[in-house]
Structure formats: C-alpha cells, structure tokens
C-alpha cells in the first residue's frame, strides 16, 4: 500500500497544477495509525467536496469488545465518536485561502436522536471509520496542495488521535454512553411484555427550547406520572426508574389549550429513537413500530383501500384502489392510516391539531340531520375500536376539543399544567350521561394490500439519475419530488439522503410487476439489516451523509413517490 510519503510528495508535484490533477490523488495511504482513503476527488473547486475516509483498525483503536458487539451499543458508540470527531473537527477555525470550497472540512451533523450513520461506522473487528468531505482547495482552477497538506497531515491526524483511540477518551464518558443505549433497549424490549405502549419516565423534559431548537427548554415542568398508571423498571445500569406506562389500547390524552397535550405526544413520536444524555427524552421509549398519523392535504395516493373509512363517493370513485394526486384532508389521513396498518406499526399517533375533523368524529347533531347513507365517511371514532381488538393496533390521541371518544377510550389521560392525570373513571361515569346516539358501523373487511410495482424501464436506461433532498422536506429523484414534510417522525436531513438512495435502489432492482410494496420494503429492510446502508449505495465507495431510517419511514417514502408505477 502506499504511504502518506507517497501522498505527500504527490501533493507537493501537483501543486500549481490544474485542478484536475488532483484526481491522482485518488486511493488508500497508510498513516502511522489509520489508513487515510481518498474515496472521489471533486472535479472543480465549485463542485461538491471530494469525499474521504479514515480507517483505524481495531487494534489500533483500542475499543473493547463489549463496547460494540450488540448493535444498540455500537450504534450508541458511533454515535458518540462521530460527536467527538465532529467538535475536534469544528475547532479546526482554519480556512484554507481559495476559492470555491476550498479547505472547507465537514462531517455529519448530529442532533438530539441517536442514528446509524454512515459517516461513522464501526465494523465487526472493532474497526473505526470516518468518512467526510474536504474541500480540495485551489486559487481559481489553480491546485494549492500546501493547503490541503495542512488539512491531511497537520490537522486530521490530531482530529484522529483525540477522538477515535479508546486510550485517548474519558472512558467514564464512553461507558455512560454505552450503558444509556443498553438501558434504553431494555426499555424498549420491555414494552411489549408489558403490555405498553410507551414509557415516560419521571422527571423527563418534553417541551424543546423553541420552535427551531430541539434542545430540552430549560426551566420547564418535569414530567411525572399518574400514581395510577405508575410503572417501575429494573434498568440494567440506572437502577430502578419510574415513569408512565401507556397500556396498549386506546389512550385519549385530554385538557385545555396550551397544557401540554401536543409536547406530550410529539415527545412519544421522536420515543421511537434513542435520545442522546442531557436531553430530558433519555428514558422517554415508545414502541419502535409507532406512526404519527396525520391529514396531509394535496398528497397523492396510489391504489390504497381506503373503504374502512371512504365509501360510496358521489363521484362513484373506487375506493377499494382508491387513486388521486391531490387528496383531501379526509382521504389523506384514511389512507395514512391504511398505510401505516400496511406498514405493520402497532401504534398509532394522533393529534387533533393535525387532523381532518371530518374523519375523526361526527356530532350527533350532524348524524341525526344527514343519514349515514348520504356520508361517505366512516369516522376514525367508528373504527378505533375495531382497529384496537381485531388489528392490534393501539391509538394514542390527543383531543381537547371533543369528548366523544371518552366512550370509546380505554385510558383517559388529562394534561393539567402540563402534568398528566388520570381521569379515566372520573371521564367514563361523566360520558355515561351521554349515550353514543347511533348503531355502531358495520364491521369492516380488512384493507387489501396487494399493490404490485411495475418495472420503469426509463429511469433504468437513465445512466445518470440525480439523487438530492431539500432538509427534511422532500427528496427528489430526476424530476420527481417526493414530499416528505408531514411524514413528521423523520427527524434527520440525512434519513432523506438514504431514502433517496434506497428508493433509485428498488428502482433498478426490484420493481418487477411481482412483488408488492410490501415485499419490496421487506427485501430492502433485509438488505439494510445485513449490509447496511452500504448495502444499497453502489458506487465505488460508501459516501458519508446517510442516515438509517425505520421500516415505517421506506413505506412512507414510496407511498409518496408519484412515479412509482402500479
Ligand atoms: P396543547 O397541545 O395542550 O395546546 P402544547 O403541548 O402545544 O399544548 O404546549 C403549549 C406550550 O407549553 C408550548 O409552548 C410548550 O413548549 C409549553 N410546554 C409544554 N410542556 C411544558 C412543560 N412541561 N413545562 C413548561 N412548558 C411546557
Ligand atoms: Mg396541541
């Protein structure tokens, strides 16, 4: 293998050079502890940054074992040593002179969830690896590789050393990072064998800083239970903990504007994630198969049945294969539902903020002056039993404004002063004074899910298929825009990227009129789980940039995708 002499001397050869000379610089280089591997050069100073990894072996790097074998701990230690990089990287204050972007350096951002990303990754035997950008720098089209000499052999190699050696970190600060992810799935494997459907323990901090902060909002009311709906938990490393347990079923969270009904729910939306120390959501967990549900007006829907909830339209529409590009608040949040059934979650999250009235309740006065044949909905209140007892799917749902589904919830929760209460019995003997009006709806038959996935012959002829994401909005794939706004638990721009890659992936692979949406996700969510996201990047070299993302997230992801052929 060659050596940083090796690469060194190239840099100094090709200083004053054209830009594209660089391109020489392409290959591996042993450093004195890591193997420094320049994966793509840029082809202009303007261009995206060339993209570089760093390769520590096992050995060298020095973690134990037991640090990383089980995946939630080193996806926790990753995590970590992707955070530490990244602040060694950040106190780098120079900028190299130049133009374009020039000497500009940049790993993964990291915010309040831990994720699997691709920009750290640590492999079987222990071996660490970073990959990032660097901005290959130059005058004009000019090469100034003494800059680049700085940033490779100055720089980088302290970057290294403070952060990806066991023996230079604070090894209490790495346990306690290790321990939190092991506690943490110990909650969450928990859940299901008692009954719950999420946990949220005592003295956590929901509510963020701010609208565009998602630090914990300091000063606020720490969260604690019901003595009623109090659960206590051996932690593996904490010691006994605490908190609310939500049964499995149907919980109603109630109270007036402004109590913290909404933070309580979006806190168990992000529960899906492991949160990092510090943030106030550490011991908040909720079942991993959880999905928010939402009215999402203008999104199109491809062959969803949707006649759970939508039948007999007056335009006769099918609404067992239920098509449209610019769906309405009712049908949106039907087939969100249907979807997300397709999807296998077992909870399902709601807010009324975010609702389609019309879907979710009818007034009594509305039933008794238009007869149910004359309304094509079916209410979510008519279905959320249904959906509880037959599907096993439970709904947590926030609704301060309407107190109908008191007679369908199981669990009634009143957020006062941002605490919750349990008023379950206090609400059932009230409600009792107001019978439900009608019959119940007729039962209904279970969603076909049988959409099968023609192959695009165009986008496989199309060599050069353009992948790229706005935030956490939408992705878009040659000229298609995916819009990802109200698929809310995303939580990572970089989950996009990977949604991005994973939908050119079953793109060129696997759609083959055969397989359904269903078999589709399952075959890459089997891909994911055995090679990673590596696994569905084909390019010479794994690019940094690339967030895991759930099952749930993929479905969503193509059931937005306006081109996929059915
Ligand atoms: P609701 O949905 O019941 O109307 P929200 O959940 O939107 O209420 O909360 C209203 C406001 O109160 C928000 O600005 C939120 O940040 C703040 N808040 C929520 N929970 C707490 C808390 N535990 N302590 C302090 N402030 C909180
Ligand atoms: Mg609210």
Not at 165 to 179: C, E, F, P
Not at 203 to 210: D, K, M, N, Q
């Amino acid at each position: 293998m060659k050596t940083h002499n090796d690469l060194r001397e190239l840099l100094n050869r090709i200083d004053h050079k054209g830009y594209p000379a660089y391109k020489d610089t392409r290959g591996s280089y042993q450093f004195d502890t890591y193997m420094l591997s320049i994966d793509h050069v840029q082809g202009d100073p303007f261009a995206s940054p060339s993209k570089v990894s760093v390769h520590v072996s096992g050995k060298t790097a020095g973690f134990p074992t037991d640090l990383f074998q089980e995946k939630h701990k080193r996806i926790a230690l990753q995590d970590f040593l992707l955070r530490k990089f990244s602040k060694e990287a950040e106190s780098f204050t120079f900028k190299a002179k130049g133009s374009g972007k020039s000497g500009l350096m940049s790993v993964s951002r990291c915010g309040q969830e831990i994720l699997e990303r691709t920009a750290c990754e640590i492999q079987q035997n222990g071996t660490v690896i970073i990959r990032m950008e660097i901005g290959f720098p130059a005058n004009g089209r000019t090469i100034n590789s003494r800059e680049l000499i700085k940033i490779l052999f100055e720089f980088l190699p302290g970057c290294i050393k403070k952060s990806l050696l066991y023996a230079a970190l604070d090894h209490q600060a790495v346990k306690k990072t290790v321990d939190l992810a092991q506690d943490q799935q110990f909650i969450r494997e928990q859940l299901p064998k008692l009954g719950l459907a999420a946990f949220v323990a005592n003295g956590s901090i929901l509510p963020r800083e701010s609208g565009v902060s998602d630090r914990p909002m300091k000063q606020a009311v720490p969260f604690h239970s019901p003595k009623s709906m109090e659960v206590s938990l051996l932690l593996p490393n904490y010691g006994t903990i605490t908190g609310m347990g939500i049964k499995q079923g149907i919980t109603l969270v109630v109270g007036g504007g402004y109590h913290g009904k909404s933070t309580l729910l979006k806190a168990l939306e992000l529960g899906v994630y492991n949160h990092i120390s510090g943030d106030g959501r550490e011991y908040v967990i909720t079942d991993d198969t959880a999905m928010k549900i939402r009215a999402e007006d203008g999104r199109s829907i491809k062959q969803v049945d949707i006649s759970m909830f939508i039948n007999n339209l007056p335009n006769k529409k099918d609404t067992i294969h239920f098509c449209t590009e610019d769906a309405s608040g009712s049908t949106s949040q039907a087939a969100n539902v249907v979807e997300a059934m397709e999807a296998g979650t077992k909870v399902m999250l709601i807010d009324e903020d975010t609702s389609a009235t019309n879907f979710m309740i009818r007034d009594e006065l509305m039933q008794r002056v238009v007869n149910r044949n004359c309304e094509p909905i079916t209410p979510f209140i008519d279905r959320v039993q249904e959906i509880s007892q037959q599907y096993h799917i439970s709904t947590i749902l926030v609704a301060g404004s309407s107190g109908s589904y008191f007679h369908k919830a199981d669990c009634i929760i009143q957020m006062d002063h941002y605490l919750p209460k349990d008023i379950t019995e206090f609400a059932k003997k009230e409600s009792d004074a107001f019978p439900i009006p009608n019959e119940p709806a007729p039962l209904a038959s279970a969603p076909s899910l049988d959409r099968m996935v023609k192959p695009d012959y165009g986008f496989k002829k199309n060599d050069r298929i353009k992948l790229k994401t706005q935030g956490k909005d939408s992705v878009l794939i040659n000229r298609d825009i995916i819009d990802l706004r109200y698929v809310e638990q995303l939580s990572d721009t970089e989950q996009l990227v990977s949604l991005g890659y994973l939908v050119k992936y079953a793109q060129l692979h696997m759609f083959d009129g055969k397989k359904t949406i269903s078999e589709t996700v399952k075959e890459l969510c089997r891909l994911l789980d055995k090679k990673g996201l590596a696994g569905v990047c084909e390019g010479s070299y794994v690019p940094g940039g690339l967030a895991m993302v759930r099952k749930q997230e993929i479905f969503a992801c193509l059931n937005r995708y306006r081109s996929l052929k059915l």
